[in-house]
């Protein structure tokens, strides 16, 4: 059986202003006016030769859309159940099951981007741009494919070939804020600086508590020498996020900056090896950000900061004990650090050791430590132990901090469901539909409404 191919369709739009002023579009004669001459011309761009694409001109864009040839109910089951396998965690028994999808129907880039992000998520990161690269082949709009692909090509540092589909993805969708930070990042890298500001610039304007923008910016600034501007967005990064890895970097290199100094003391080296290991863990280099850390602690061991640094890169590459040893270090020597206990609560959730999470977590929260994650990781592990209004208001906490938060809105609907509250669990989930990113909860939320109407 055929389901209908219009039910696989990817949507993006165009400004046509953006056409005009994109040099690295294609070059229009300087009185081409018509729309429909323009939408011939973007038609021509993108067209593969698989599947269907079409385009109209509404009013100042042109919207593209594309669908695949046909879409095969068993292609389409065997899709369903690789996106039930990364729900348990069986990661490499989905991939199998999406090439077995590919196998049944090669025409339907999704099966490719889904398998493509998953590998990405585990840091496979040469063997997800084999998926990802045939995923934009197939449908060269496919803005969420170019920017994963050029995201890996960018962890493999093949600048070239990353900054061609971060632009890609930038060209096709202009309301991602993952999008210009990682464009930035590859200018900074190429030394490209001006285009790096203007982007980050323009990251700001898309979202003012981007942390991350300043970030680059001020590194940009203090690689430039201009010591005030630099210093000027460290102290932002450090307002917008306060007690992160990025304020500590920012605390750190406002002091380098201002004490230039010709003859570097020994003190000095040693702040400038955790430095390195902070540029490391910026740049997902865990395995060399734990070498500087851990070189930097044998002369240092009572600097809980940096036990605290190592624990979060030791988390990141999948050494969960060693993580937890690295945060009960930095809590002997300076119990007062309500990130520490934010990060004991969630090394030990992901241990699955779930009272010990709730009374750090619980800690973590009376410290002040009431971020929307803190609130939300609480709640799971009350869930697990079926607290089920006690996590209720935990994630209504967490979305009270940030309305937008598809993890909270999840469990929040999930624990409606618990307390048998199915229309506001569906509310919620459908709104977890309608974002345009966040693809496996999304996935994981139209399943849940599928079964919510079944049992109906």
């Not at 203090?222 to 306060?242: G, T």
């Not at 851990?294 to 940096?306: I, Q």
């Not at 640094?309 to 270090?329: I, N």
């Amino acid at each position: 059986m055929v389901l209908g191919k219009k039910s696989k369709i990817i949507t993006t739009s165009i400004r046509i202003q953006d056409i005009h002023t994109d040099s690295y579009f294609f070059q229009l004669p300087d009185e081409t006016k018509d729309p429909e001459f323009i939408k011939e011309k973007v038609l021509e761009k993108y067209h593969t030769g698989r599947g269907s694409l079409e385009a109209y001109v509404d009013k100042d864009r042109i919207i593209l859309q594309w669908y695949p040839d046909d879409v095969s109910e068993k292609a389409e089951a065997y899709h369903q159940a690789a996106i039930q396998r990364v729900k348990q965690k069986a990661y490499d028994q989905a991939v199998e099951a999406w090439d077995r999808a590919i196998s049944t129907s090669g025409g339907d880039a999704e099966y490719y981007f889904m398998a493509g992000l998953t590998l990405y998520e585990q840091k496979k990161y040469r063997e997800s741009v084999k998926y990802l690269s045939e995923a934009v082949k197939i449908c060269a709009i496919h803005y969420k494919a170019h920017l994963i692909l050029g995201i890996n090509f960018l962890k493999l540092r093949l600048l070239d070939k990353a900054e061609i589909h971060v632009l890609e993805s930038y060209r096709l969708n202009r309301s991602n804020v993952l999008t210009y930070l990682n464009l930035g990042a590859i200018f900074s890298i190429q030394k490209r600086f001006n285009e790096a500001i203007d982007i980050f610039n323009k990251t700001i304007q898309l979202d003012a508590g981007e942390s991350r923008a300043y970030l680059g910016l001020a590194r940009i600034y203090s690689l430039l020498n201009d010591v005030e501007a630099a210093n000027s967005h460290f102290r932002k990064v450090i307002e917008l996020a306060p007690d992160t890895v990025l304020s500590e970097y920012a605390k750190r290199s406002i002091q380098n900056i201002r004490k230039p100094v010709t003859n570097v003391p020994k003190a000095n080296k040693q702040i400038h090896k955790i430095s390195r290991g902070i540029d490391f863990y910026l740049s997902s280099n865990y395995n060399t950000a734990v070498k500087q850390y851990k070189n930097y602690l044998k002369n240092n061991p009572t600097d809980d900061f940096t036990w605290y640094l190592l624990g979060e890169s030791e988390m990141r590459r999948g050494g969960l004990a060693e993580a937890r040893d690295c945060f009960k270090r930095s809590l002997r020597i300076n119990p007062k650090r309500s990130l520490y206990y934010k990060s004991m609560g969630i090394v030990l959730h992901l241990l699955g050791r779930t009272t010990e999470s709730i009374e750090i977590l619980r800690k973590a929260l009376e410290m002040g430590k009431n971020d929307p994650l803190t609130y939300t990781l609480y709640g799971v592990n009350l869930m697990r132990e079926t607290k089920f209004s006690e996590a209720r208001n935990a994630f209504e906490k967490a979305m009270e901090k940030n309305p937008n938060n598809p993890l909270a809105m999840y469990h929040l609907a999930m624990t409606h469901l618990k307390m048998n509250h199915k229309e506001k669990s569906l509310n919620l989930l459908n709104k977890i539909t309608k974002y345009e990113f966040y693809a496996p909860i999304k996935e994981q939320a139209k399943h849940l409404i599928n079964n919510i109407k079944s049992s109906v």
